[in-house]
């Protein structure tokens, strides 16, 4: 395998049907915010840009008119639409396989673009102008991640902590020291700087706000085995024949660190990135 990454259509293929379970939502006060931020009334449109299974759209969706997801990959496409079916918003939500590369893709203007913790998969340079052009007058793309720089407190919780470190040592035993992203490798992790990619592309910027978290959660082991396999680094095909005995060890290694089945953590706070396009550009 080479050093360089390059994209490929392996890169989350098999992860969708573990995200609901195995991510952690965003901080539950992020729709309101944004409404009161955006001044959101339930009028314009919503691109979802890197949408995964839709699990932002759908938590977005009724502060807009129609939600559109864009994602390259069949699994999370397939995963959106019967989401959006059982939230009842089938009708008003529409699903596109394709890459962020091939926008606009004769989809229309919107009133935000959102990237959910998915920008630094694309060629940003060329994602970013692309949806510039695709927001109207005034119109907001919004970053939005877990506060990386964040170490929430696990005073007071009743079980465990989540192994997490200890389950990403296992994966490295399993697939080698140096992160897996699709056919090759991560040598060097995912770019940072979005700040200088938008402000390149022309954007007006950044308003930063922080949605806090910190409530107490309870994960399970099924819920721990989803979050690993919901990994592009650990997607379920990169284990091959191995994937059994890999998710075996995972499962001996939670159980040896809380024989009930049962840990703890908190919530993570949310941080939002608002970037506006001019209300002086057509």
């Known amino acids: 395998m080479g050093a360089v990454w390059e994209w490929d259509d392996s890169l989350f293929l098999g992860t969708a049907a ?13 729709a309101a915010v944004l409404a009161t931020v955006l001044g959101l009334d339930g009028r314009g449109r919503l691109i979802d840009v890197g949408c995964g299974p839709g699990t932002l759209a759908l938590s977005l969706g009724p502060l807009f008119r129609e939600v559109v997801g864009v994602d390259p990959d069949s699994g999370m496409i397939a995963e959106a639409t019967r989401q959006a079916a059982v ?43 692309a949806i510039r052009g695709m927001l109207r007058p005034g119109g907001a793309l919004v ?13 007071g919780l009743p079980h465990p902590p989540a192994p997490y470190a200890a389950i990403e040592e296992l994966v490295r035993r399993y697939l080698g020291p140096v992160r897996r ?33 910190g409530q107490a ?14 990994m592009s680094y650990a997607a379920p095909h990169l284990f091959g024949e191995r994937r059994d005995a890999f ?21 993570p706070s949310t941080e939002v990135f608002v970037w506006r396009k001019s209300l002086a550009e057509g």
């Open 247 to 267: 998710e075996a060890d995972v499962r001996r290694l939670l159980q040896e660190v809380s024989p009930s089945g049962r840990f703890s953590e908190r919530q």
């Open 87 to 129: 939230c009842g918003m089938g009708t008003k939500a529409r699903w596109v396989r394709a890459r962020a590369e091939e926008l606009p893709a004769g989809l229309g203007t919107f009133r935000v673009a959102s990237f959910g913790q998915s920008f630094h998969w694309m060629d940003r340079g060329l994602v970013a102008a």
């Open 18 to 30: 573990y995200y609901r379970r195995g991510r952690l939502p965003y901080a539950p006060g992020l």
């Open 181 to 213: 992203a699709g056919r090759t490798v991560l040598p060097n992790g995912t770019p940072g700087d979005e700040a200088v990619v938008l402000a390149r592309a022309g954007f007006a910027g950044p308003r930063r706000y922080v949605v806090p978290g």
């Open 217 to 230: 959660l309870e994960r399970t082991p099924a819920d721990l085995v989803a979050w690993v396999f919901s």
């Open 143 to 155: 970053h939005i991640s877990d506060l990386k720089s964040e170490t929430p407190s696990l005073h």
